[in-house]
């Protein structure tokens, strides 16, 4: 063998691992990335992915918006642009929030490629290896996996059907605290949950508020899902009630479309110049091109309809889960009710292991997130997150008409009782 080709042989390097960075121990797909290439074949029913559903978007008129925005502010939409986000944008972004009782300086908006950029700018500045997080329990799994990239330890706050326990959480920063850990910020997402689908009521905030404001701990409240309420509003955001110590993201994957990639971060002033830096040292800036499109969108579109049309399809795949979840799921089985956003948490009895059951749903052809992908800390493991956002209704209800059947088939086998609810 030649030098040369020695050289360039190419294969696995030898002792890769050990020269690799300390921190990409914790950089290994999610348990949802491996399921999403079975999930998504088509004979499948897809209760497992979050994608939102685009059938509901209009896509002549996205078409035009495009090509007006190619066609008349080309040389900006298709040049670099600032660090910090479109200004107009920022502008806009602000009239969005407005609608859940924030009043926010545009100067304070940092846009960013959707809102898990958000979430590593925000771990980059904040967490050193040991540091910890609190979480609700459970958690968004794409937020885990962003603070076990920075060698954070997340420890989860107790949560029930009106989400994150404030009670539970000041015993935690108790304990942390006497135990000499550092605690970094709380991460919590108020509206419909990921993965479950609560809704933390207006006191419930204040309090976690105040609890936080006078431990000196920041909040990061993540709101993608706070304007697809299906009945009713969702109360004002936490940023509306503290502008000091919350950092809050927002995202248009879910209101108009993910693949534009459009999120922001509202900072407290303090924070918005090391954001920014951060931000530049990754991306250098946000898309103009698909920043322009949503200004051009909003500034022109009746986009407020559009949501309203998106909530209308999914409140009609919520009732369809639900309503089959009633018919099909055993009694010992429960779940949570959403009012809005994309996801029910069911939890089975505790000697499931909705793990281990997967393979029988596939072959059942339906999938499902398990609960463990959403603890930092290997809990959940009877528990999982059914989403509802994508597949039609009578797909929805084929779905989980054939994951009652696992289910029930995994009760029986253990000795369990198999009575219907209704
Ligand atoms: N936070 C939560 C709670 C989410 O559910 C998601 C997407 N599923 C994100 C953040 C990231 O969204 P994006 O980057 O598309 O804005």
Redesign the pocket.
């Given at each position: 063998m030649s030098d040369l080709t020695t050289r360039f042989h190419t294969g696995t390097p030898q002792n890769l691992e050990e020269r690799f960075a300390h921190r990409a121990t914790g950089m290994v797909a999610s348990e949802i990335r491996s399921l999403f290439a079975v999930a998504s074949r088509p004979e499948i029913v897809s209760l497992a992915g979050?994608m939102p559903n685009l059938s509901a978007l209009p896509m002549e008129m996205m078409a035009s918006v495009v090509s007006d925005l190619i066609l008349t502010q080309g040389q900006e939409a298709l040049q670099y642009g600032s660090g910090q986000g479109h200004p107009k944008l920022r502008e806009q972004i602000c009239e969005v929030m407005a609608l859940e009782g924030i009043r926010a300086n545009p100067d304070d908006v940092v846009v960013t490629t959707?809102?898990?950029q958000a979430?590593d700018l925000i771990s980059r500045i904040f967490i050193d290896p040991g540091d910890v997080i609190l979480a609700e329990a459970p958690s968004?799994v794409?937020?885990l996996g962003t603070f076990r990239q920075y060698e954070a330890s997340v420890v989860h706050v107790e949560t029930d059907n009106d989400g994150m326990v404030p009670e539970s959480l000041r015993q935690a920063i108790k304990t942390l605290r006497a135990a000499g850990r550092k605690i970094k910020f709380l991460y919590l997402?108020p509206n419909y949950q990921?993965p479950s689908g609560v809704l933390l009521p207006a006191n419930r905030r204040t309090e976690i508020l105040q609890i936080c404001r006078v431990e000196e701990i920041f909040v990061v409240e993540?709101n993608?899902y706070g304007l697809l309420g299906f009945d009713k509003p969702s109360p004002n955001a936490m940023r509306a009630e503290d502008s000091e110590n919350v950092i809050y993201l927002g995202?248009f994957?879910k209101t108009i479309s993910?693949g534009l990639?459009v999120?922001w971060a509202l900072v407290p002033q303090s924070l918005k110049d090391k954001l920014v830096v951060a931000s530049e040292s990754s991306i250098l800036c946000p898309s103009n091109f698909t920043q322009m499109t949503i200004s051009n969108y909003l500034a022109n579109q009746p986009w407020r309809d559009q949501i309203a049309s998106f909530c209308e399809q999914y409140k009609m795949r919520r009732d369809a889960m639900l309503e089959s979840l009633d018919e099909y799921f055993p009694k010992s089985a429960t779940w949570t009710k959403p009012g809005g956003g994309f996801y029910v948490w069911v939890t089975l009895p505790p000697e499931i292991d909705t793990k281990a059951m997967m393979p029988k749903a596939i072959v059942a052809k339906v999938a499902y997130v398990p609960g463990t992908a959403f603890y930092a800390d290997g809990f959940g493991t009877w528990s999982m997150r059914l989403s509802y956002c994508h597949p039609t209704p009578e797909r929805i209800r084929e779905g989980v008409k054939a994951l009652a059947g696992v289910v029930n088939q995994e009760i029986s086998r253990r000795g369990g009782n198999l009575e219907l609810n209704s």
């Amino acid at each position: 063998m030649s030098d040369l080709t020695t050289r360039f042989h190419t294969g696995t390097p030898q002792n890769l691992e050990e020269r690799f960075a300390h921190r990409a121990t914790g950089m290994v797909a999610s348990e949802i990335r491996s399921l999403f290439a079975v999930a998504s074949r088509p004979e499948i029913v897809s209760l497992a992915g979050g994608m939102p559903n685009l059938s509901a978007l209009p896509m002549e008129m996205m078409a035009s918006v495009v090509s007006d925005l190619i066609l008349t502010q080309g040389q900006e939409a298709l040049q670099y642009g600032s660090g910090q986000g479109h200004p107009k944008l920022r502008e806009q972004i602000c009239e969005v929030m407005a609608l859940e009782g924030i009043r926010a300086n545009p100067d304070d908006v940092v846009v960013t490629t959707g809102s898990q950029q958000a979430l590593d700018l925000i771990s980059r500045i904040f967490i050193d290896p040991g540091d910890v997080i609190l979480a609700e329990a459970p958690s968004y799994v794409g937020a885990l996996g962003t603070f076990r990239q920075y060698e954070a330890s997340v420890v989860h706050v107790e949560t029930d059907n009106d989400g994150m326990v404030p009670e539970s959480l000041r015993q935690a920063i108790k304990t942390l605290r006497a135990a000499g850990r550092k605690i970094k910020f709380l991460y919590l997402i108020p509206n419909y949950q990921n993965p479950s689908g609560v809704l933390l009521p207006a006191n419930r905030r204040t309090e976690i508020l105040q609890i936080c404001r006078v431990e000196e701990i920041f909040v990061v409240e993540d709101n993608p899902y706070g304007l697809l309420g299906f009945d009713k509003p969702s109360p004002n955001a936490m940023r509306a009630e503290d502008s000091e110590n919350v950092i809050y993201l927002g995202s248009f994957s879910k209101t108009i479309s993910p693949g534009l990639r459009v999120g922001w971060a509202l900072v407290p002033q303090s924070l918005k110049d090391k954001l920014v830096v951060a931000s530049e040292s990754s991306i250098l800036c946000p898309s103009n091109f698909t920043q322009m499109t949503i200004s051009n969108y909003l500034a022109n579109q009746p986009w407020r309809d559009q949501i309203a049309s998106f909530c209308e399809q999914y409140k009609m795949r919520r009732d369809a889960m639900l309503e089959s979840l009633d018919e099909y799921f055993p009694k010992s089985a429960t779940w949570t009710k959403p009012g809005g956003g994309f996801y029910v948490w069911v939890t089975l009895p505790p000697e499931i292991d909705t793990k281990a059951m997967m393979p029988k749903a596939i072959v059942a052809k339906v999938a499902y997130v398990p609960g463990t992908a959403f603890y930092a800390d290997g809990f959940g493991t009877w528990s999982m997150r059914l989403s509802y956002c994508h597949p039609t209704p009578e797909r929805i209800r084929e779905g989980v008409k054939a994951l009652a059947g696992v289910v029930n088939q995994e009760i029986s086998r253990r000795g369990g009782n198999l009575e219907l609810n209704s």
